[in-house]
């Protein structure tokens, strides 16, 4: 495309195996009530189509 697009990088991969490590974990742990959280940051990755090139996210 042109101008490159300014995109989010929600790392889905990333996400993905992260939740089904917590759901095994959950599971493993039967009824017991397990609190579980990870954060996983997006990245912002800026492309000339905001205009701008001298950005830092």
Do not use: W, Y
Request: proline share 5%; charged share 30%.
């Amino acid at each position: 495309m042109s101008p490159p697009l300014t995109s989010v990088d929600l790392k889905v991969f990333e996400t993905a195996r992260e939740t089904v490590r917590l759901l095994f974990k959950t599971i493993e742990a039967g009824a017991e009530k397990v609190q579980m959280s990870k954060i996983i940051e997006p990245k912002l990755i800026i492309r000339s189509s905001c205009g701008e090139k001298n950005i830092i996210a």
